[in-house]
């Protein structure tokens, strides 16, 4: 995979890896060998996430977990330490893995954002996107935030917006003859999510950065 690097030895969860980016990208960072777990609220379509990656030779995990719920991500957290011993990094939520990462010298917290988050898509977003768009401008402002609290442990945390991309969710939305020319897969964005998730100790933090800058505006570090 193109300018993903190797993530042999790293622990990475994954929230909402049953269908669309996560599915995509738990997949992608296990080819690149890390030890995943697949976490997300349907217990079935986990395993069969699983059955996939594990038939390729990657190493993986199902975690049934609602991320709204805080002991079910204390059971995400213990079931990971207990497979794998702790946490390198994670993709998208949940601030109970930072001692964790803590623990084992530092880590990398991505959380998924999405353009919607921008004040100038407004008036181009679908009716019924205002929940949506407020809470990816939370989870940004979260991530920037989040960054110089948890710096001195080695841990950088950062969101990233991975453009328009066509996933199941999107397919059932717009219909099968809508126009996908441009469109981005969950596999054109593993390699940038790897090279956050890579991260440890690492200056490159505190950041809102857009896929489409990957190897041309960054991974440059630039401390907070």
Not at 17 to 34: D, N, P, Y
Not at 45 to 56: F, K, P, R
Not at 116 to 121: P, S
Not at 179 to 195: C, K, M, R
Request: net charge negative.
């Amino acid at each position: 995979m193109a300018d993903a690097p190797d993530l042999t030895g790293r622990v990475v969860v994954v929230t909402g890896a049953s269908r669309g980016i996560g599915k995509g990208v738990v997949a992608g960072l296990a080819q690149l060998g890390a030890s995943v777990v697949a976490a997300a609220r349907s217990a079935d379509a986990l395993q069969q996430v699983v059955a996939g990656i594990e038939a390729d030779g990657g190493t993986a995990y199902a975690v049934r977990c609602d991320i709204g719920d805080e002991r079910d991500i204390a059971s995400l957290v213990a079931a990971t330490v207990d497979r794998f011993g702790g946490v390198d990094a994670l993709i998208n939520n949940a601030r109970a893995v930072v001692p964790l990462m803590a623990e084992r010298g530092g880590g990398s917290i991505v959380n998924v954002s999405s353009h919607a988050a921008a004040h100038e898509t407004s008036p181009y977003m679908p009716e019924g996107y205002l929940i949506y768009c407020v809470a990816k401008a939370a989870l940004e402002r979260f991530s920037t935030a989040l960054a110089p609290e948890v710096r001195a442990q080695g841990i950088a945390v950062n969101a990233l917006r991975p453009g328009a991309v066509r996933t199941e969710g999107t397919e059932e939305e717009f219909g099968d003859d809508f126009d996908w020319s441009g469109w981005q897969t969950p596999a054109d964005v593993v390699a940038p999510i790897a090279t956050l998730a890579a991260l440890k100790d690492s200056d490159l933090t505190g950041r809102v950065l857009d896929v489409g800058g990957f190897g041309k505006s960054w991974p440059e570090t630039a401390p907070i």
